[in-house]
């Protein structure tokens, strides 16, 4: 079966200090990943995709960069958090081949930048 | 471009009333219509989901039907519970969306809360 893993759970970090989010997926090959981001009481963000390894589409200009280094690995990382940086982060994957298109989503990582 | 419009509550019932959440969507191609249920602090789960004009996409005695003429994919439940609260999405996607990405298009969310 098709599963979809995300740590940290949680995480504080102060401002100014690095971040990397990690996401895999198990179960399928050569997915098309996503990572999102949702403020408190808010919608979802798209913050970048990925349609093959290397391979990393931006929605967003931000300070917040993301890598693909393996098929079923998605990073999210910055250099120096900010205050606004601070959010559910959610990794999701779409398996290849999907005719219908639906995504499926990690727990999330709950992220407070101090 | 693609947008998806869900009324953003709060919404709160008592537990056995009948839900409604609306959504409309505009869409420039032949879009598949899905519904997520997120429940706090986890991920978002698919809820259901519907892929062509009329179908009716059913699960955990929740149900939407695929309106083409009215643009439209409204969430019911007859009787809902307590476990039932939650946030909503609706969301499409677009079959033919570019550079192969599939992105899904999300409305704001719909936050549902049954009290006893």
């Known amino acids: 079966s098709q599963t979809i893993h995300q740590w940290p759970a949680t995480l504080v970090q102060p401002v100014g200090s690095p971040l990397s989010l990690e996401c895999t997926v198990e179960?399928?090959?050569?997915?098309?990943l996503y990572w999102y981001r949702q403020a408190a009481g808010r919608g979802l963000q798209l913050l970048f995709y990925?349609?093959?390894?290397?391979?990393i589409s931006s929605e967003v200009p931000q300070n917040l960069s993301a890598s693909r280094p393996q098929d079923r690995q998605f990073i999210l990382s910055s250099k120096k958090l900010l205050l606004s940086d601070s959010g559910f982060y959610l990794c999701?994957?779409?398996?290849?081949?999907?005719?219908?298109?639906?995504?499926?989503f990690g727990p999330g990582t709950r992220l407070t930048v101090l | 471009g693609n947008s998806v419009t869900q009324m953003e509550g709060p919404v709160t019932l008592s537990e056995e009333a009948f839900l409604t959440i609306n959504c409309t969507y505009t869409a420039t191609g032949y879009p598949s219509l899905f519904w997520y249920v997120q429940y706090p602090g986890e991920g978002l789960q698919l809820l259901l989901k519907?892929?062509?004009?009329?179908d009716k996409g059913s699960n955990k005695g929740f149900e939407a039907t695929y309106r083409k003429e009215t643009t439209s994919f409204h969430l019911e439940k007859g009787s809902v519970q307590v476990s039932d609260s939650a946030v909503y999405f609706c969301?499409?996607?677009?079959?033919?969306?570019?550079?192969?990405?599939?992105?899904?298009?999300f409305g704001k969310g719909t936050k549902l809360s049954v009290i006893p």
């Open positions: 519907a892929t062509k004009a009329d």
């Open positions: 990925s349609v093959g390894i290397g391979q």
């Open positions: 999701a994957f779409r398996a290849y081949g999907t005719h219908d298109n639906e995504q499926f």
């Open positions: 179960g399928t090959s050569n997915p098309n």
């Open positions: 969301a499409l996607s677009d079959r033919y969306s570019g550079a192969g990405s599939y992105q899904l298009t």
